[in-house]
């Protein structure tokens, strides 16, 4: 098996067992609640690797990758279930609503999830050998159908295995959507005469047949639905009714959102609560707060592609370091920098209690300063090196995989060497696709979510408001974010460039008190589209905690920011960012002006007082 790009993305859906089994890194150490026996959601931006774990915890990907050697040592069963499948048809469902659609919808989803784990076990276990225990759960399967309202057809050569089952699911999901379709085309309500299965009364009863199998290892299921926040506020709300029901000894809900879960109370109006009812994960917030974890994974995930591609014999055989080379004249101007700091601080002029820390906020910031010159463009600054893509990615693999990819497309489209003799990316090739790729994220990518906002002002049905703050439009949610970022880029980019600044490298700001329901949903909906990661921070009076939101280092290139190393954080007001919202360059102007000696970064600045 070789991959011709060893840094071409392929979705997990489409990936082979033994395809996850080679290229996967273990992550479990950094997110061990993942296997434990409790529901959990797990939260990440698009492209953090949260398919890619759910899909390893599946028996034939863990066989593979000889985790376990027989079925026996299962620890749990884990079945894969993506929610954003073409084949569940979320749409269709729209035609329904009230108590019909809550019936429905639930109805689908298990018959969705009921097809997923029959399908697994008739691959794993559809033999000879196991025929008496199947035909009796095949003979409970048909009469738990029937007392669901189910009208059994007679099939020519019906073999009682799980892959008959699967296939009386299959017709089942057809007749249902056949009936959704129907619908369109009358005025008047139509009568539906097939079963409606439910969590418990099915779900749950058919997994607690299947765990008294004797064949079958008894441990619990893993249902893991990914990108559960694809499904409407209504359905989402189905999901925490099961959630509340505290199946675990049996079932084990594993939840993963792209940030966008928009409620956590069931179809009752009951609030689901964490740690009583599950566990959350949040793989954005440990990989930006735990820079080696992630850096140490990225390096795995580059030794083992390296290898699949033919590049490398093994896992030792080729160093990131070496594959993704940096700068070598911009590493000499920044180790100069280094030196004059050093000589500065041993002559009694440093700004820290030790040298390196000064190093640390003040080099990098110094060398882009003197590049920068009196043009104030550092456009000659290079981002290449592996550190620098790893700083980059912000803890987002498929953000470190994606423009690696083009870097090697781009060496391979010159024809020199064969794909399986490059074994290096040249600093040249490294700095100009990271720097196309950044610029993509705010300009086309932005865009996009213009484009498509007039569209989602129609249906503000999946957001839910209390009084206090009320939907904002979607095309004005995108327009203040695109400001917001904008304005705290060129300001942190003048932080930069300001020798005087007691702290210059800075990529993210803390609130101080609360957060008025527009800017909280325009700062949500930056988390939701990968441009910020939300976390917490204590308040300065040590008795309470703060919102801090930290920029996508994917964003450094395009506004000529450090992605590495120590960051240090301003704290700003929540009017004063409602103000970056509507006037970014005013806000820049503004706050550019405070006097670093005087006011210092952890003070609040208000607008209106400069």
């Given at each position: 098996m070789t991959w011709i790009n060893p840094f071409q993305y392929k979705t997990p859906e489409s990936l082979t067992a033994e395809e996850i089994a080679s290229v996967f890194v273990d992550v479990y150490s950094d997110f061990s609640k993942l296997k434990d026996i409790t529901h959990t959601f797990i939260h990440g931006s698009r492209g953090t690797g949260k398919s890619m774990m759910l899909r390893y915890l599946e028996p034939r990907v863990l066989l593979q990758a000889g985790e376990i050697k027989e079925l026996s040592e299962l620890s749990f069963f884990a079945v894969h279930i993506p929610v954003k499948s073409p084949s569940l048809k979320l749409t269709e469902l729209k035609r329904l609503t009230g108590s019909a659609y809550s019936s429905f919808t639930e109805y689908i989803?298990?018959?969705?999830?009921?097809?997923?784990?029959?399908?697994?076990?008739?691959?794993?276990?559809?033999?000879?050998?196991?025929?008496?225990?199947?035909?009796?759960?095949?003979?409970?399967?048909?009469?738990?159908?029937?007392?669901?309202?189910w009208q059994p057809q007679t099939i020519e050569n019906e073999k009682p295995s799980f892959k008959q089952m699967e296939l009386i699911c299959d017709r089942e999901f057809t007749k249902s959507f056949q009936y959704l379709k129907r619908l369109s085309f009358c005025s008047q309500p139509v009568d539906y005469n097939g079963p409606l299965l439910g969590y418990q009364d099915f779900l749950l009863a058919l997994v607690k047949n299947i765990k008294n199998l004797s064949f079958f290892p008894k441990v619990p299921f893993f249902i893991m639905?990914?990108?559960?926040?694809n499904l409407d506020i209504d359905a989402q709300r189905i999901i925490n009714n099961w959630v509340s029901y505290r199946t675990t000894d049996s079932i084990c809900l594993k939840l993963s959102t792209q940030n966008r879960y928009r409620t956590y109370r069931t179809e009752s109006g009951q609030l689901i609560e964490s740690p009583h009812d599950y566990s959350d994960i949040d793989i954005s917030r440990v990989y930006t707060?735990?820079?080696?974890?992630?850096?140490?994974?990225?390096?795995?995930?580059?030794?083992?592609?390296?290898?699949?591609?033919?590049?490398?014999?093994?896992?030792?055989?080729?160093?990131?370091?070496?594959?993704?080379?940096?700068?070598?004249?911009?590493?000499?101007?920044?180790?100069?920098?280094?030196?004059?700091?050093?000589?500065?601080?041993?002559?009694?002029?440093?700004?820290?209690?030790?040298?390196?820390?000064?190093?640390?906020?003040?080099?990098?910031?110094?060398?882009?300063?003197?590049?920068?010159?009196?043009?104030?463009?550092?456009?000659?600054y290079s981002y290449s090196g592996f550190d620098t893509l790893v700083d980059i990615s912000s803890g987002v693999i498929r953000w470190f995989l994606e423009p690696a990819s083009r870097m090697f497309e781009a060496v391979k489209s010159q024809g020199v060497i064969p794909s399986s003799q490059i074994y290096s990316i040249p600093y040249q090739i490294q700095d100009q696709e990271i720097k196309k790729w950044s610029e993509e994220f705010i300009l086309q990518d932005m865009e996009?979510?213009?484009?498509?906002?007039?569209?989602?002002?129609?249906?503000?049905?999946?957001?839910?408001?209390?009084?206090?703050?009320?939907?904002?439009?979607?095309?004005?949610?995108?327009?203040?974010l695109s400001n917001l970022i904008d304005a705290l880029g060129n300001l942190f980019r003048s932080r930069i460039l300001d020798q005087h600044a007691s702290e210059r490298k800075v990529m993210s700001f803390m609130i101080p008190g609360e957060i008025g329901g527009n800017l909280s949903q325009i700062l949500d909906f930056g988390v939701e589209a990968g441009y910020f990661v939300k976390t917490t921070i204590s308040n300065k009076e040590g008795w309470g905690r703060n919102y801090m939101y930290i920029l996508s280092k994917r964003l450094a290139p395009h506004f000529r920011?450090?992605?590495?190393?120590?960051a240090h954080h301003l704290s700003i007001k929540a009017e004063d960012l409602e103000f970056a919202c509507d006037y970014p360059k005013q806000f820049v102007t503004k706050r550019s002006k405070l006097n670093e000696e005087k006011v210092s970064d952890n003070e609040q600045l208000d607008i209106d007082s400069i």
């Amino acid at each position: 098996m070789t991959w011709i790009n060893p840094f071409q993305y392929k979705t997990p859906e489409s990936l082979t067992a033994e395809e996850i089994a080679s290229v996967f890194v273990d992550v479990y150490s950094d997110f061990s609640k993942l296997k434990d026996i409790t529901h959990t959601f797990i939260h990440g931006s698009r492209g953090t690797g949260k398919s890619m774990m759910l899909r390893y915890l599946e028996p034939r990907v863990l066989l593979q990758a000889g985790e376990i050697k027989e079925l026996s040592e299962l620890s749990f069963f884990a079945v894969h279930i993506p929610v954003k499948s073409p084949s569940l048809k979320l749409t269709e469902l729209k035609r329904l609503t009230g108590s019909a659609y809550s019936s429905f919808t639930e109805y689908i989803l298990v018959l969705y999830i009921c097809q997923k784990i029959l399908r697994l076990l008739s691959f794993l276990y559809d033999k000879l050998q196991y025929q008496d225990e199947i035909e009796s759960l095949y003979r409970f399967f048909k009469e738990q159908l029937v007392l669901e309202g189910w009208q059994p057809q007679t099939i020519e050569n019906e073999k009682p295995s799980f892959k008959q089952m699967e296939l009386i699911c299959d017709r089942e999901f057809t007749k249902s959507f056949q009936y959704l379709k129907r619908l369109s085309f009358c005025s008047q309500p139509v009568d539906y005469n097939g079963p409606l299965l439910g969590y418990q009364d099915f779900l749950l009863a058919l997994v607690k047949n299947i765990k008294n199998l004797s064949f079958f290892p008894k441990v619990p299921f893993f249902i893991m639905l990914d990108d559960v926040d694809n499904l409407d506020i209504d359905a989402q709300r189905i999901i925490n009714n099961w959630v509340s029901y505290r199946t675990t000894d049996s079932i084990c809900l594993k939840l993963s959102t792209q940030n966008r879960y928009r409620t956590y109370r069931t179809e009752s109006g009951q609030l689901i609560e964490s740690p009583h009812d599950y566990s959350d994960i949040d793989i954005s917030r440990v990989y930006t707060s735990k820079r080696n974890y992630y850096y140490n994974r990225i390096e795995s995930i580059v030794r083992k592609r390296l290898v699949m591609s033919g590049i490398a014999k093994d896992d030792n055989g080729i160093n990131p370091k070496d594959f993704f080379p940096e700068n070598p004249k911009q590493r000499s101007g920044i180790e100069k920098e280094k030196e004059i700091i050093r000589s500065k601080w041993a002559k009694g002029k440093g700004r820290s209690s030790r040298v390196a820390d000064d190093i640390t906020r003040y080099a990098v910031p110094e060398y882009m300063r003197k590049l920068a010159g009196s043009s104030r463009s550092s456009s000659t600054y290079s981002y290449s090196g592996f550190d620098t893509l790893v700083d980059i990615s912000s803890g987002v693999i498929r953000w470190f995989l994606e423009p690696a990819s083009r870097m090697f497309e781009a060496v391979k489209s010159q024809g020199v060497i064969p794909s399986s003799q490059i074994y290096s990316i040249p600093y040249q090739i490294q700095d100009q696709e990271i720097k196309k790729w950044s610029e993509e994220f705010i300009l086309q990518d932005m865009e996009k979510l213009k484009r498509t906002a007039v569209s989602d002002d129609n249906n503000n049905s999946n957001v839910e408001a209390s009084v206090d703050k009320l939907p904002l439009c979607q095309i004005s949610k995108v327009s203040k974010l695109s400001n917001l970022i904008d304005a705290l880029g060129n300001l942190f980019r003048s932080r930069i460039l300001d020798q005087h600044a007691s702290e210059r490298k800075v990529m993210s700001f803390m609130i101080p008190g609360e957060i008025g329901g527009n800017l909280s949903q325009i700062l949500d909906f930056g988390v939701e589209a990968g441009y910020f990661v939300k976390t917490t921070i204590s308040n300065k009076e040590g008795w309470g905690r703060n919102y801090m939101y930290i920029l996508s280092k994917r964003l450094a290139p395009h506004f000529r920011l450090d992605p590495g190393g120590y960051a240090h954080h301003l704290s700003i007001k929540a009017e004063d960012l409602e103000f970056a919202c509507d006037y970014p360059k005013q806000f820049v102007t503004k706050r550019s002006k405070l006097n670093e000696e005087k006011v210092s970064d952890n003070e609040q600045l208000d607008i209106d007082s400069i």
